[in-house]
């Protein structure tokens, strides 16, 4: 049996309703392109048009893409019933997909987990300025929250974040230095920690460094430090996003491992944005903006609620409190400052990361 642990309180994943989903896990965490090659009648704009779109994203978000391309191109032809529609997905760690965009990899949208890899598009002139405005919920159409995944039975009591510091306990988390899971993680055991010593920086900063001395493993992405925990056995508890570790739980892992949500964390966004300079050299601008605008459809709202995503859209959300249970969160934007600030104050060189970890990876 398999179960979440939240508030003091035990559910049985099984009892979870979760959407079947075949996560391949090998090499996830490399930025590794797949073509979802999927039909549909395209734009009104000319008959018999191929349109080609090219997401990248997140490693982590391969899972809802999977199922939403042709959920996407099911709608479309039933709008533009005059050309063919090829999406193609790439996924990796979210900030290096974003520096592969900045480098030139022809992306017609990007789908990242952390608002400064939109951003730092916009500094290199790809996406708009006003890219948050051009969807609804500054451009974010579901989020998460850091959990942690533990093993059956939960043998080392992990309930909170105070037990990450307990002597013998191994984390395996994704490099905050190079992933947006990584530093998610890291922000939340920081917020924690200023949450719990009364704003107190120095305690904050004590708390993280004893528990960044029990990390076993960083890895370079959030579904290879998944890999690393599941499938290699490694570590007492990994630290990731909520709906990692639900699909984990209820899925390959599923009698293996259990689900500990704290009491207190962080609530990570995932904006999206077109990255106009692609899409109007290839006139798949409307194409493009047609294809994020529905991800705040309702159907593909569920399909976010079913894969453990925390839908926008407040109606959808609200009919999956069974498997999304309610958890008291902290934007790290509202705790921390702008990203920009929270790269260059924590994940720089010798930032506050470099210095409260121990074999900080580089």
């Not at 559910?11 to 392109?33: E, F, Y």
């Not at 193609?88 to 997909?97: E, V």
């Not at 569920?302 to 609200?318: E, G, I, M, N, T």
Request: negative net charge.
């Amino acid at each position: 049996m398999t179960y979440q642990v939240y508030k003091n309180k035990t559910i049985s994943t099984l009892s979870i309703a979760g959407l079947a989903v075949t996560l391949g896990l090998a090499g996830c965490s490399n930025n590794d392109t797949t073509e979802t090659t999927t039909n549909a009648d395209g734009t009104p704009a000319a008959e018999n048009q191929n349109i080609e779109l090219l997401n990248v994203s997140y490693d982590v978000a391969r899972d809802f893409y999977k199922d939403y391309n042709p959920m996407f191109v099911e709608h479309y032809k039933s709008e533009n019933p005059n050309a063919t529609v090829n999406i193609k997905q790439s996924h990796g760690g979210s900030s290096k997909q974003a520096l592969s965009v900045a480098n030139g990899l022809q992306a017609d949208v990007a789908t990242m987990n952390q608002g400064s890899d939109i951003e730092l598009l916009q500094k290199e002139g790809l996406v708009a300025d006003d890219w948050e405005a051009q969807f609804p919920d500054n451009a974010v159409p579901f989020t998460s929250t850091i959990v942690f995944l533990v093993r059956k039975d939960n043998p080392k009591n992990i309930n909170d974040w105070e037990d990450l510091t307990k002597d013998g306990v191994e984390i395996v988390m994704a490099n905050p230095k190079v992933t947006g899971n990584g530093r998610y993680a890291f922000l939340g055991a920081y917020g924690y920690g200023l949450h719990a010593f009364d704003n107190n920086e120095d305690n904050a900063k004590n708390y993280v460094r004893d528990m960044l001395k029990n990390v076993k493993v960083y890895e370079n992405g959030g579904r290879a430090a998944t890999t690393t925990f599941v499938q290699r056995g490694i570590g007492d508890v990994l630290v990731t996003f909520e709906n990692e570790a639900n699909l984990a739980a209820t899925q390959f892992g599923q009698g293996q491992v259990d689900i500990v949500y704290p009491d207190y964390s962080i609530k990570s966004e995932s904006p999206v944005a077109i990255v106009s300079t692609v899409t109007d050299k290839k006139g798949t601008t409307d194409a493009a903006k047609a294809y994020l605008d529905y991800l705040w459809s309702e159907p593909a709202q569920q399909l976010a609620a079913d894969l453990y995503l925390r839908p926008s859209v407040k109606s959808v959300l609200d009919k999956n409190g069974d498997k999304l249970p309610p958890v008291e969160t902290f934007r790290p934007n509202d705790a921390f400052g702008s990203w920009d600030e929270i790269m260059g104050t924590f994940f720089s060189d010798n930032g506050v990361f470099d210095q409260l970890a121990v074999n900080a990876p580089q």
